[in-house]
């Protein structure tokens, strides 16, 4: 996205060039209203920050965004001086929404897919020093040989992908059933017959083969798994779900104990253990792109970058 700001006063001194050749006295008031709307900003941003108490609300003092967050105060020049309140990722969604029902400034920690994105109208920060990373996938591994022993079930788990929008709206309803995963995957199935028709195309049914699939037990894995799971059913295999931390998800489909697992986030999150057990398993490709981390505000607020917030010192 445009730096918005920096755009305005390139626009504002070409104009003053072009100004000169009409006479000295214009030229000087053009540049005098856009250094007036570049004070303006500046008091602006200033004061929003103010507003917020130069404070990130965060989450859970031991997580790992946390520590992103902590690492994007020391390296942005406009952080400087902010604090991180930590507590919880409930005890901030809910400041998040008491924010929103005000219409007041807030900055919390945030994730996709997550359901606050389908709940509230909020926007992520530019992240010009890359502090928060790329943006990352997650894919969907298979073991080696499932392709020629399970031709069905590789075709089904090749075609699973869900756009995130469409992710974090199931997550939003998971959420208003007490994150009933089992529940809301079976409701977006029988709610979704054309795309479940698109994945199962051309596949023959089975008579109760076994397949396993290995997930680690964060929100949208836990949807996305269900719901592959009951398509798979559909089809007459006899399917089963493990939970696992991410070093034993992937050990599991590269020894062949498990068969298959949606939850990998690449390149970064599970690279390390994706490159320890590379050439033991497939890769079938993402089944949901655009997830990341980083800092976000509603939309409602007039700013765009983390270089957009001003110090506190």
């Known amino acids: ?15 003053s060039l072009v100004a000169a050749g009409c006479g000295q006295e214009e030229s000087d008031d053009t540049t005098n209203n856009a250094n007036e709307g570049g004070d303006e900003q500046t008091e602006a941003t200033t004061n929003v920050s103010e507003e917020m108490e130069y404070t990130i609300t965060g989450i859970e003092p031991g997580a790992g965004q946390t520590q992103t967050n902590e690492q994007a105060i020391a390296e942005y020049e406009s952080l400087a001086g902010w604090n991180q309140e930590t507590s919880s990722a409930a005890a901030m969604l809910t400041a998040l929404g008491d924010a929103i029902e005000n219409e007041e400034p807030i900055i919390v920690a945030a994730w996709s897919p997550h359901y606050m994105f389908a709940q509230y109208d909020i926007k992520y920060l530019e992240d010009p020093k890359l502090v928060f990373g790329e943006e990352e996938h997650i894919t969907t591994i298979v073991r080696n040989g499932l392709k020629d022993e399970m031709p069905n079930a590789y075709t089904i788990l090749d075609r699973l992908y869900w756009e995130l929008p469409v992710l974090e ?104 253990f994706y490159e320890e057990y590379e050439g033991q398993f497939e890769d079938l490709g993402p089944n949901v792109e655009g997830a990341r981390i980083g800092l976000a505000v509603p939309s409602y607020m007039e700013i765009d970058s983390l270089e957009d917030l001003e110090p506190a010192e």
């Open 1 to 15: 996205m445009f730096n918005w700001r920096k755009l305005g006063i390139i626009t504002g001194l070409s104009l």
């Open 169 to 272: 709206e199931a997550l939003l309803k998971a959420k208003e059933i007490n994150f009933d995963f089992e529940t809301v995957a079976q409701q977006w199935v029988e709610e979704n017959p054309e795309k479940v028709a698109e994945w199962t195309e051309g596949v023959e049914t089975v008579d109760g083969t076994s397949i396993d699939l290995v997930l680690t037990p964060w929100d949208a894995e836990n949807f996305t798994t269900n719901v592959a799971k009951i398509v798979l059913e559909q089809q007459g295999f006899d399917a089963s779900l493990t939970p696992v931390d991410p070093a034993v998800m992937f050990e599991a489909v590269a020894s062949g104990d498990s068969d298959a697992t949606l939850s990998p986030w690449m390149p970064a999150t599970h690279g390390s």
